[in-house]
């Protein structure tokens, strides 16, 4: 069904932008019951590279680039918010210590090759807020306690706030 749109994205990505696989790249790399405090963490990264003492995270997305992480675009501020979660996560993922793992989301269907990626090297603060709300949200699996999410505004506001309460235990 996608195979024509695919082959144009290829072709766009490879040719015209010139994007090139570091040699020694590991693709598909599955992590499963990796601990982090007493949460069981699993996932797949699409790509991983070796750059010295450091690796980079590379995850793909279809749709359109993302500006950057942080964005005044009330509209974009969430999909931003997850991005950047998104490689805290797999930094989080990969047991890596703050500022070893850089993070990096490659928009396949940016307009131009300067849009095509957006690199992010989470911050020891990051990986300690998302490290404290995976525990919380791991013991409300568990326990099946479930919060009512109703009393937040769907947008990053809302997002933020239901995050921080999850963390402060105040649900």
Known sequence: RYLEKGQKILARLFGEFGYELPSGSQSEQKFK?????SATLSGKLDRVD??????RVVD????????????????????????KTQ??????????????VEGQMVYLEAQSQKAMQRSYIPAKEDMQRLSRLIEAVYKKVVNYDLPDTSGYTP??????????????GKI
Request: aromatic share 8%.
């Open 33 to 37: 019951d990796v601990r982090l405090g």
């Open 50 to 55: 070796q750059i010295g003492s450091k690796k």
């Open 60 to 83: 793909y997305k279809t749709g359109p680039a993302m500006r950057g992480f942080d964005t005044k675009d009330k509209n974009l501020a969430l999909k931003a918010h997850n991005h």
């Open 87 to 100: 490689l805290v996560f797999y930094a989080l993922l990969l047991g890596a210590e703050p500022g070893a």
């Open 155 to 168: 947008d990053l506001a809302g997002r933020l706030a239901f995050e921080q309460d999850l963390i402060d």
